[in-house]
Each structure stands twice: as structure tokens, then as C-alpha cells.
């Protein structure tokens, strides 16, 4: 396999001059000023491990986790060091020598085993009133006990109904997904008339590209929110969207994590379970779902009978924003023009009459996974932008890395948060009410982060603003709305 | 290994987060950007956050002998961080406050640990420049540009480090603390010593506070590039433009080797067949910048350059500027290994230096790809080699000989802006001669008599023994001796 190739890892090693540049961009280092935060050091770690001058023992596993992978290192390494490569072999490296630690085990058999881990979500749902207590302004949880989490963190609540089980395995654009949420009916007056029977039958009945939906555990679990506001628009625009069922966690916290084989396991199965739908592209709404599916799986399998799948997958695959913009093609002028006429609307949608009915300040954290994996920081971009209503407003650094990175802000969440606290000071120079971002995991981190330093903003995901400008939940006094949430999210939170 | 008593006693200074014992940790300190030196980890690391932290372990490892070696952010290229007799690294990377920015008086007052780039982005807001820009703005700490004096890509017009420094507060190797100089642009009252601190690469003292000069930011500048087929055109266009009372910030020469390494690497479609590049920056008063460039322009096209270009937006200077900068990291793609060297001569023997480095890499059978600061004759000769090949190092050993000894002919010195080090250390007496070497020994022995503060740093290995004999019953401890010591 090549990532574990010790030949190429070296190579990539030897490409370090020790320069320190890194040190520059590398929010670890920031906070914590010690060499080993920054990629040298660790690169550095791990040449010595190479070439026989430490063992590869728990404590370098450990000094090897404390990285966030948000490569800001390896865009600004004047010598092109893929230090993500590194990275990945040196903690791959670690798990052959010294296993996973107890903890990662359990969670990591479970991701792999789609059906444990559904269970073991779903038990977390139910217990979950018992364990959080709920947080009196915001859609989120405090733990009620320490459960390995930071007792001050807030955690958004699992859903009561995962996405998957929410939504039907095929959504053709004639049935669009908002007639059948719960709570569509909303107590805001007169905004189901945008709605009626009529006007869904009026849409075009035979779809113009059929896309599949790759949830991700984030987005199936807990912001089910932003899979409806995915399907919605998609079919509004006149796509039919499949969730094939079987799919399961995209695996990259395991494969970020060095434990290669159950990560290769699960891109080849997810892999099998996509190869065999008919469709015209993968869509994800998660940065580290994309780059799983563009870059990580057609690598992991690279020699595995998947292997031209995957590479085949791997082509088809769109972020949300990226698809909206280049593929369908939303332009500003006249506002939304292309997703509106390709709904056989003229532009007078929802109960103000207009088209964008979303107002306020909005600003956009630049996810690191969609911006520097992907390539992806212009399409979102133009989506707010061609918004009528919506005052962008871009944020100083706005691709720092706001220290999220999944299980990181669970091992070293005072770390974690203390990054994150660059972040929230960023947004509030901004003035912006709204925080917008293309990835669940870094909504997740912005929002606890907000909610420590008591600030008001709300953070969405690009999809779902869009959304509302197509299905306004809107009142001029209050800017722009919560996204829907279940009727059941609404009882939990009661 | 420090004993356990030791290392209590560091961390009862410092706290448990910021000293470092695991072998893992210590490896982050083994190294700095100087290619081709074996790692040498240190027995601890030590992060303080206050002079008084510091004072407290400078007392502690004299009562135990024990070698210190301060170090900001470790990218000198002469190996000056590098713990080569084990020992304690003292790294300032924590002490990072901006103290006072004084914009009536024009300065800054700073802790060592600032990064250039975070003081320039303080007083930006007031109009001022701190002008010391090495190639690491964004990385070197100030207490680490203070200790090697840097230079950078503006110190033909703005001078160096040394220029800027207005007042210091070292601890010294017995741990009391001085204070050197002020806030006043004169100030005659006794020795310099805050100049003699500065350039002292750790062997001195231990820098803990930083007063700098500021100047206001210029309002305007021109950024040209000017393509020649023919050495020495390159080289009289540079005197030129001087003898034209011009003075650009920035006056900076990429050789053909350069030229080729870059296009390789970064692609931005230079000539590979030129034989120079210079990059020419002209900054001040809009009025003056103006005309001063269009004299740089005359002087460029009188001298035959083959294309001049002239930036009109700030993103056609990036692209510009982005041949210079992909400089050093594309030459270190060529070969696994990078010995770069920072030899200077006047201004004026440029032309007789390039054609001296060519003459040595066709002689030791040598890739040298020089570029450098060529306005205030210091040149980056860089020569690509692979560490692992003994016979290729002995012929890189010999010329990297004559390189010093060819800028030491044409008058100029072994190190323009990077300082002596390990790396350079054999070469001092050549240049000093040993009544030099001599005066500089003395007051080495005068400040740290017991030879703690980076030993093995610019005075050649033997010299670092005579001194560390010369205390009455005080040798060189190894580490196991010391745990001996009370
Ligand atoms: C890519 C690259 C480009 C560069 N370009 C330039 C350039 O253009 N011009 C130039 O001049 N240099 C250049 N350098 C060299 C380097 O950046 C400078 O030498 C810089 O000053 C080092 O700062 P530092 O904080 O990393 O110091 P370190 O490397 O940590 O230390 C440097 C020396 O200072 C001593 N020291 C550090 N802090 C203190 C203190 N508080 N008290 C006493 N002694 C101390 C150390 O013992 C050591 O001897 C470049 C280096 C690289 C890697
Ligand atoms: S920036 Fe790149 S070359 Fe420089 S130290 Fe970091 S990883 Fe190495
Ligand atoms: S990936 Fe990010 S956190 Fe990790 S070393 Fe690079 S810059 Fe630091």
C-alpha cells in the first residue's frame, strides 16, 4: 500500500529543509509554542523513528495526534512537503506498533459495523435527555455527566429520526422533500403557500440528472436539517436524489487515525454500495466525506478490486456548493436566476414576494477539508453572494482552522477551544449574525465556541441558507430564521 | 539525563507544562534550519515566560554546570541552536509580548520571543515599519534576529538589525540582569554594549528584552525585474544604479543556476536561458519612488537587459517577487542537500565573486546556484550535494574553503547576515586574525567564565576548550559528571 511505503514517506521527509515556515500558519503552534505542535517537529518525530533513533512508542502516538490536519502547513510549505502523508504513515506506523488506544477501539469497530453503530447512535438518542441537559437559548446540549466529553462543552442533540430514516431512498424532484417533513407545517402564516400541490406539479416531472446523496454520519445523525436542505434544493432544481441506504460512516476518522485496514474495509464498502446505483454525480454536504470520496478511497484502494470504482466515484463526486455553481449554474444575476427558472418559478416565491427572502449580516468560515482538500472557496462564496438580502461580509483569515477536526476537540478540547477562540473573534469583528460554513463538523465547533464566549450568531450551512431563500422562513423584524428543525428536535429542546 | 533533583528544581521554576524531559519532545530541539549537522537532543527544554524564570534557571545551571542554549524559533542556517554538549535548551518562543509601542519616541519595546512579522503588524496601525525583514519575517523570533543580527531583502537601504536596537535587557551567565541603552537616539554613555550583545549568537548572555527604533512606513514603492544575457551587465547595472544616487530597498540577483532551479520548480516562466536576474525595489515619497524608478529602468535598458518589467498592481509585484522567493526552496529540491552560505563581499567585486563561485563549482565538480542580496554584496552561494556521499562532501569541504577565502580577498567577510555558529566557527581566525580572535575570547571568558552559555557556538572547538580550562578547576563536565555536582 502506498501510504505505508516507507520509501515514499522518506522521500517526503527528506523533501523537509527545516525551514520552520510552518511554523507560521500552524494553529497548534500558536497556542502552544512548543516545536512539536508545528510539522517539523513532528516530522522530524517520525524521521528519527525512521531511521531507528526512538521506538515508536505510545508517546509518539501521542505527540503524532496532536495535529489538526488542516493542512494550512502543507499549502504554505515552500518545499511542497505533503506532511498530511506523514502524517498518516507515522500514525499508521503507531497502530501497527502499539494498537489503538481503548477508547478509539470500541468507536472504531462500531463505525465499521454499520449496524452496531446505528445502534449505538441511536441508544445515545435515547438516553440523551437523561445525559444533557439542554441549554435555555440554543438548539444544544450541556452534558449532564462527563461521558468522556467536556462537561462545558454543548453538543448538538442526536435526531430523534436519522436522515435516512426521514427520508424516502429516492426523492424524484416532483415530490419535493419539504411536503413530507413533520414540521413543514410551520405556525408562520401564509409560508405554506409556496408550497401547494400545484405548484410541485407544475415542476418538471422527469428529472435532469439523477445525483446520489452521501449523508455522513454528522448530517444523518445530527444536522438532518442540512440532508433535507440538500435534497430540497436539488430538487427544486429539478434532480432527483437517491440516499442508497446501505451506506454507512465515510471511515476517515479511522483512516485519519492510522488504523488503515478498517478504514480500506469501509471505503470498499461504501464504494460497492455506490458503484451500483445509476446516477449522474455524489454529492456530499461534508468536507471530509468529499475528500474521501475524491481523494482518500481511490488511493485506500488503490490495487483492491474496487480500485476503478473508486477512481470512476471519485470523478463523479461534487461538494453541495461546488455542484450548485459550476454544475447547475446559480448566478447572481438576476438573483438565483438559474436555480429559480429551473423550478419553472418566475422569481416570485414565498409570502414576501421576491426571490431571496433572507436578509442579515452573513460571514463564512472557510472549512479546511473543503477549502484546502478540495479546492473548494469560491462556489460558497457564490451562493451568498447571489442571495438578495444577504450582506456578506468576509471575516480576517477566514480558512484558519477553527480547531474542530473531529475526535482532536474530544482528546484536547481546552486546545481545541482555545483555537476556536481565534475563530470567534474573527466572526464577531464582522458584525455578522450568521455564520455560514460547508461542513457539519466545523458547524459544530463554531457553535460550541460561540456559545462559550456568549455570542448571539447562529451558524448555518451554506445549503441551508440557500434553502431559505427558496422557502423563506422569514420575518424582516428578525433577520434571518433557524433552520427546521424537527418537530421532535423541538419537543427534545421543550 | 538531568538528574531527578534538576529537573524538580525546573519545573518548581517553570511548571510541569513548560519543562521538557521526553525523549520524544526533546527531539524537536535536536535541529534548526541548518542543513546537513547531525541532531543533538538536549537532557531538557525549558519554556520561561518571564525574566525571572529566566534568571532562575541561568543560577540553576550555573550551580550545576550545566550548558544553556537559548533559542527562539530555531531557523538560523549556522547551527547556532543545536544542544552539542546535551544540556538545557532555553527556548523564548513563551516570552512573547509586545510590551510598549511608544509612537511619539518611535519605538517598540518587546520580549524576545516576538515574531518580527506580529511587531510589524502592531504598528502598522500607527504608520511605522520595524525594517529588518529576513527571508523568516513570519517565523524568527526578535530576540533570535537580535542575537544573529539579520539582515534581509531591505537592508541596503534600511541597514540590518544592529541598526535598530536601542536598548536591551540580558540576563548574564551569573544571572544578574543588565540594562543597556534607551529610548534616546544618542546616548554615548559608556561602552556599547548594547551593540556588543547584538550579534552575540547566545554566547553572551541571554536577551529578555528588545527596545527597536521604528521608522515611518514608506507611502509608495516600485517593484522592477530586469533579465540579462550577460554576467557582468547584471553586475555593472547593480553599481549603476547606485552611482545614479539610487538606493533601492530592495537590489536582489538570482544566477543562472538559480533561474533554471526555480522555472523547474515553480514554473513561472522565466528565462531559463538568461544569466541573471535582478529584482529591483524602490520605496518613499511617491514623487521620489516615481522618478527613482524610471532612472532604474534608464540604467537597466542602457546596460543591455534583455526584458524589463515594471509591476503596476500589487499582484503583478507578487509575481514579480515570486521568482525570489522560490528561490531557496527550489534550489533545495535539486539535490537531498543544501549548504548554504552567506559569504559577503563590497558591492562592487559582485562580478569578481560570481565568476569566482563559477570557477569553484567547475573546479570541485559542483552544482552552485548563488542569489542573494546582491545591493549590499551578500550573496547566497548554495551548493547542492547529498549528504551521504563522502567523497562529494570532501570536494564541498574544499570549496566551501575557498569560497570564504575568495570573499575574504576581495574584502569582505564569511558572514553577511547569518551568523558564525558551529557552522562557520573553523573560518573566524582567517578572518579576525588571532589577535582578533583573541580580544573576542577575552571578553567571551570576562562574560561567561564557566563556558555555559552556548559552548561549541563561534569560537572553533578548541578555542570552547582553552576557555572552559581556563576557570580554575572547572572542565568540561560531561553529563554524568555533573550529576555529581551539587
Ligand atoms: C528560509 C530562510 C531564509 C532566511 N533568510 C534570512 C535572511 O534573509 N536574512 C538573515 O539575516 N537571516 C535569514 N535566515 C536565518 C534566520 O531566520 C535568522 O538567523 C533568524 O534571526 C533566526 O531567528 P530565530 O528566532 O529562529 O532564532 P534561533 O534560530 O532560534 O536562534 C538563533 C541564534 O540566536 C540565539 N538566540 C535566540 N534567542 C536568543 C535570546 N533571547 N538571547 C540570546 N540568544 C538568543 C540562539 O542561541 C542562536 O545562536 C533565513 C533562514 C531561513 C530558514
Ligand atoms: S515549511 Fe515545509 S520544508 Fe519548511 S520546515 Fe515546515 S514542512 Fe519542512
Ligand atoms: S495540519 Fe494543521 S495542525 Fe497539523 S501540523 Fe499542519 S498546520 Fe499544524
Redesign the interface.
Known amino acids: 500500500m502506498k501510504l505505508r511505503d516507507l520509501a515514499v514517506v522518506r522521500a517526503e521527509i ?2 523537509c ?5 510552518c ?2 500558519v500552524c494553529p497548534i503552534y500558536f497556542e502552544t ?4 505542535g508545528v510539522a517539523r ?1 513532528k516530522l ?2 517520525a524521521q ?1 523513528a525512521l531511521e531507528g ?2 521506538p515508536v ?1 505510545p ?2 502516538a ?2 503524532l495526534s496532536l495535529c489538526l490536519t488542516c493542512n494550512a502547513c502543507v499549502a504554505n510549505c ?3 512537503v505533503r506532511f498530511d502523508r506523514i502524517l498518516l504513515a507515522a500514525r499508521a506506523a503507531a497502530v501497527k506498533a502499539c494498537g489503538l488506544p481503548p477508547v478509539k477501539k470500541v468507536i472504531f469497530a462500531g463505525l465499521s459495523h454499520p449496524i452496531v453503530f446505528r445502534a449505538g447512535l441511536r441508544s445515545g438518542r435515547l438516553l440523551q435527555p437523561l445525559i444533557f441537559k439542554r441549554h435555555p437559548r440554543k438548539r444544544a446540549n450541556y452534558p449532564r455527566f462527563p461521558l468522556g466529553l467536556d462537561r462545558r462543552r454543548i453538543v448538538p442533540p442526536l435526531a430523534v429520526r436519522t436522515l435516512r430514516e426521514e427520508l424516502a431512498e429516492v426523492n424524484p424532484p416532483s415530490d419535493p422533500v419539504l411536503n413530507r417533513v413533520p414540521n413543514q407545517v410551520s405556525n408562520q402564516a401564509g409560508q405554506a403557500a409556496n408550497l401547494t400541490p400545484d405548484r410541485a406539479a407544475s415542476r418538471p416531472a422527469r428529472p435532469r440528472m439523477r445525483v446520489a446523496f452521501f449523508t455522513g454520519c454528522m448530517i444523518n445523525y445530527i444536522y438532518t436539517e442540512t440532508g433535507r436542505a440538500v435534497v430540497n434544493v436539488l430538487n427544486r432544481n429539478g434532480i432527483e436524489v437517491v440516499l442508497p441506504s446501505e451506506q454507512h460512516c465515510c471511515g476517515i476518522p479511522v483512516f485519519v487515525s492510522g488504523d488503515m485496514g478498517t478504514a480500506r474495509a469501509m471505503a470498499a464498502s461504501n464504494v460497492r454500495i455506490f458503484a451500483g446505483a445509476q446516477i449522474d454525480a455524489i454529492i456530499t454536504a461534508c468536507a471530509t466525506c468529499g475528500e474521501a470520496w475524491r481523494h482518500h478511497y481511490p488511493e485506500l484502494l488503490e490495487g483492491a478490486e474496487e480500485a476503478e470504482q473508486a477512481r470512476e466515484l471519485g470523478k463523479k463526486h461534487y461538494d453541495i456548493s461546488e455542484f450548485l455553481v459550476d454544475v447547475i449554474g446559480i448566478t447572481r444575476e438576476p438573483g438565483l436566476a438559474g436555480a429559480i427558472s429551473s423550478m419553472g418559478s418566475t422569481g416570485t416565491v414565498g409570502s414576501t414576494g421576491t426571490v431571496g427572502p433572507t436578509t442579515g449580516k452573513v460571514t463564512y468560515h472557510d472549512p479546511c477539508h473543503l477549502n484546502r482538500g478540495l479546492g473548494i472557496n469560491r462556489a460558497p462564496r457564490e451562493i451568498l453572494r447571489a442571495i438578495p438580502g444577504v450582506e456578506f461580509r468576509e471575516m480576517a483569515n477566514p480558512g484558519r482552522c477553527c480547531g474542530g477536526s473531529g475526535s482532536f476537540s474530544l482528546s484536547y478540547y481546552d486546545l481545541s477551544m482555545d483555537i476556536a477562540a481565534h475563530k470567534v473573534a474573527d466572526i464577531q469583528k464582522t458584525g455578522a449574525e450568521t455564520v455560514v460554513t460547508g461542513c457539519p463538523a466545523c458547524r459544530m465547533q463554531i457553535e460550541d465556541a460561540l456559545n462559550r464566549h456568549q455570542m448571539p450568531q447562529r451558524v448555518l450551512h451554506t445549503v441551508e441558507l440557500l434553502e431559505m431563500a427558496f422557502e423563506p422562513l422569514h420575518d424582516e423584524s428578525r433577520g434571518i430564521q433557524e433552520p427546521r428543525t424537527s418537530a421532535f428536535h423541538r419537543f427534545l429542546l421543550r | 539525563m538531568l538528574s531527578k533533583a534538576v529537573v524538580t528544581e525546573l519545573v518548581s521554576i517553570c511548571g510541569r507544562e513548560r519543562v521538557l524531559t521526553e525523549p520524544e519532545d526533546l527531539i524537536g530541539y535536536s535541529f534548526d534550519a541548518t542543513a546537513a549537522l547531525p541532531r543533538r537532543r538536549p537532557e531538557a527544554v525549558v519554556l520561561p515566560v518571564s525574566t525571572e524564570e529566566v534568571v532562575q534557571v541561568v543560577k540553576l545551571a550555573g550551580r550545576r554546570r550545566i550548558p544553556i542554549y537559548p533559542r527562539g524559533s530555531g531557523t538560523n542556517l549556522s547551527g547556532g541552536t543545536i544542544p552539542l554538549e546535551g544540556g538545557i535548551v532555553l527556548v523564548t518562543t513563551m516570552m512573547n509580548s509586545i510590551l510598549e509601542v511608544d509612537a511619539e519616541n518611535l519605538t517598540a519595546t518587546v520580549q524576545p520571543g516576538v515574531i518580527v512579522q506580529t511587531l510589524n503588524d502592531a504598528v502598522a496601525s500607527y504608520g511605522l515599519i520595524y525594517p529588518p525583514d529576513p527571508g523568516t519575517v513570519a517565523t524568527a523570533t526578535m530576540g533570535g534576529t537580535v542575537a544573529e543580527c539579520s539582515g534581509g531583502l531591505r537592508g541596503l537601504k534600511y541597514g540590518v538589525t544592529k541598526h535598530y536596537v536601542m536598548g536591551l535587557e540580558v540576563v548574564l551567565a551569573d544571572g544578574n540582569v543588565l540594562r543597556a541603552g534607551g529610548k534616546t537616539v544618542k546616548n554615548v554613555t559608556g561602552y556599547d554594549l548594547v551593540k556588543l550583545f547584538t550579534g552575540s549568537e547566545g554566547t553572551l548572555g541571554i536577551i529578555t528584552g528588545i527596545t527597536v527604533k521604528l521608522i515611518p512606513a514608506p507611502e509608495h514603492r516600485r517593484t522592477m525585474m530586469a533579465v540579462f544575457d550577460d554576467l557582468d551587465r547584471a553586475a555593472k547595472t547593480i553599481s549603476e544604479i547606485i552611482s545614479h544616487k539610487v538606493i533601492p530597498a530592495t537590489l536582489e540577483i538570482l544566477d543562472r543556476v538559480t533561474i533554471q532551479a526555480v522555472e523547474e520548480h515553480a514554473r513561472i516562466g522565466l528565462p531559463t536561458e538568461a544569466e541573471a536576474i535582478l529584482l529591483i525595489e524602490v520605496d518613499g515619497i511617491r514623487e521620489v519612488v516615481e522618478k527613482e524608478a524610471a532612472v532604474v529602468l534608464e540604467v537597466c535598458r542602457r546596460q543591455g537587459a534583455a526584458s524589463i518589467r515594471a509591476a503596476e498592481t500589487d499582484a503583478e509585484r507578487d509575481e514579480l517577487w515570486a521568482a525570489r522567493r522560490a528561490a531557496l526552496p527550489a534550489l533545495a529540491q535539486l539535490k537531498p542537500t543544501m549548504v548554504l552560505e552567506d559569504a559577503t563581499v563590497p558591492r562592487s567585486k559582485i562580478p569578481e565573486m560570481i565568476r569566482g563561485l563559477n570557477d569553484i563549482a567547475s573546479k570541485y565538480r559542483l552544482k552552485i546556484g548563488t542569489f542573494g542580496h546582491a545591493g549590499d554584496g551578500n550573496l547566497h552561494p548554495t551548493i547542492l550535494t547529498d549528504v551521504s556521499d563522502e567523497e562529494e562532501m570532501a570536494r564541498v569541504e574544499r570549496a566551501v574553503d575557498e569560497i570564504f577565502t575568495l570573499a575574504l580577498q576581495l574584502g569582505g567577510t564569511l558572514s553577511g547576515e547569518h551568523g558564525i555558529g558551529m557552522a562557520k566557527a573553523k573560518y573566524l581566525e582567517q578572518e579576525f586574525g588571532p589577535a582578533g580572535v583573541e580580544v573576542m575570547a577575552r571578553i567571551k571568558h570576562a562574560l561567561d567564565p564557566l563556558g555555559l552559555l552556548n559552548p561549541g557556538k563561534i569560537f572553533p572547538p578548541a578555542q570552547g576548550k582553552i576557555l572552559s580550562q581556563g576557570e580554575a578547576g572547572v572542565k568540561e563536565q560531561t553529563p554524568a559528571a555533573r550529576e555529581g555536582l551539587g
Open positions: 527528506d523533501k529543509m527545516k525551514c520552520g515556515n511554523q507560521s509554542k512548543k516545536e512539536l517537529g522530524t518525530l528519527a533513533e526512538l512508542t508517546a509518539f501521542e505527540r515552500p518545499s511542497g
